[in-house]
């Protein structure tokens, strides 16, 4: 059974710091594009990073440009991403999520793999 479980949101002030750990079971992903996602209450699924299968290409969504990092660790099978600078904008419920290619995409429906979610709360 393929799996994506996201870990590591939580409450944290403004300009304060959360590591989402994106964890992938049931198959391996190392050649796969992975990206994260965000969905605040009201708001449609929005994308935030992705970062290629080998982890020389990374793209970032405007609004976390320098404040967000995505990073991969294929030997544990593991997609960070490292959000610094946090602001009340950034709460929502954050979402891993694979493709079956190579090359990652900003397109939420070119991603074939999702995860559950892990709700990021930033207080003012």
């Known amino acids: 059974q393929v799996q994506l479980v996201e870990s590591g949101g939580g409450l944290v002030q403004a300009g304060g710091s959360l590591r989402l750990t994106c964890a992938t079971s049931g198959r391996s992903f190392k050649y796969n594009a992975m990206g994260w996602f965000r969905q605040a209450p009201g708001k449609e699924r929005e994308f935030v990073a992705f970062?290629?299968?080998?982890?020389?290409?990374?793209n970032y969504a405007d609004s976390v440009k320098g404040r967000f990092t995505i990073s991969r660790d294929n030997a544990k099978s593991t997609v960070d991403l490292q959000m610094n600078s946090l602001k009340p904008e950034d709460s929502a419920v954050y979402y891993c999520?694979?493709?079956?290619?190579?090359?990652?995409?900003?397109?939420?429906?070119?991603?074939?793999?999702w995860g559950q979610g892990t709700q990021v709360t930033v207080s003012s």
């Open positions: 999520a694979a493709r079956e290619f190579q090359d990652g995409s900003t397109w939420d429906r070119a991603y074939d793999y």
């Open positions: 970062i290629d299968w080998i982890g020389s290409n990374t």
